[in-house]
């Protein structure tokens, strides 16, 4: 498609969106009594507008019934999370046994990692790609002193070549094999945080189990935003945030999948009562056995508050379905390049450099800006004129139109004032 840089074109793209109808499903802030344009779902995703009745019946269920609610309330409690597989399943591309939901992000890794990370005298190294998230980072470190080992020799990093700013397939493939037989995890990103760059899951994967190692990944800006696959490419573990593009509330839980060919193994796990056969939960026997499924790896007990967003937002994608909304996102990342493309032209003396990959099949949402000339008082500009955005040192800044809630329009206007913004801090 011809994109053009007018009010009106953008305008038709809106009219012919499918999805159009879902913006007005989420909760806005006001900007002079406008919507502001939303570029950060990537990190807090907008409030559904049903996600307050959700919660509200938790509090009225236990409000009136109390302790019954476990048992007696509308959705009860006590497998409050079992009504996640089937559509959270759907999302990451998993049969629903190897999904659940519980605790949080960072604390879900390194309980899989208690599984999956189990390093020998001569299988201890862990593969991560070159500046990880930095929970990760200290997860990753943490956990390999924990085993007695040095951070500095168990811990390779994939490193960009210079004057490149995403890590070339390639060279992943190249350290696994060099890695080899002492090689005991991969442990990536499924889309980098940094640079919005998408990796290859179903090859790496293939590559770590041929030289022997588990393969896990760390999906916080991969679920609700590129199409998983995750049964199908026989990754071991992974684990996902459900409050950047999955809209479930700041800070809230995390999903976890677990292969379907580890469910009847004897991998050890840290265990608690709400892993523990569910026929025999209330028993309260000594002894632990665990539910075949990712449900064997849940801990506690589950904060029913927490999950009633998630479920709101998780029963909202099913209803849309991944496929739809990637579409949209394809074109509308595409639509955002085109103006940041037309701005830069426009403006004598820019130079705007996205740093996310071009190629369509190794990004998703997110466009990562080098905005070379400019400095954070245009990030200031935006953001105090109603363009809510993201800024990385030295002079990025991270823009994710996420397509359940933001419209072409949304990308034009914020091409307009981009463009004030750079000819009035100029003056
Ligand atoms: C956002 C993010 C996290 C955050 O972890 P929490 O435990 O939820 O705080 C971790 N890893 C990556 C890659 C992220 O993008």
New binding site residues.
Partial sequence: MTFQNTRKFAQQLDAQDELKNYRNEFIFPQHNGKNVIYFTGNSLGLQPKRTQKYVNDVMNDWANMAVEGHFFAEKPWWDYHERFAQPLSKIVGALPSEVTVMN????NLHLLMVSFYRPTEKRYKIICEEK??P??QYMFQSQVIAHGLKPEDAIVEIKRRDGEHNIRLEDILSKIEEVGDELALVLF?GVN?YTGQVFDMKTITEAGHKVGAYVGF?L??AAGNIKLELHDWNVDFAAW?S??YMNSGP?NA?GCFVHEKHHHSNLPRFAGWWGHNKERRFKMEPNFEPVHGADGWQVSNLPILSLAPYLASVEQFAEVGMDKLITKRNQLTAYLEFILHEIDAEIPGTEFEIITPSNPSERACQLSVFLHGQGRNLFDYLMANGVITDWREPNVIRLAPAPFYCSYEDMYEFGQILKEGINSLKK
């Fill in positions: 949080t992000l960072t604390v990880a998230f929970s990760d990103g945080y760390d916080a800006h945030c409050y950047k800070g995390s």
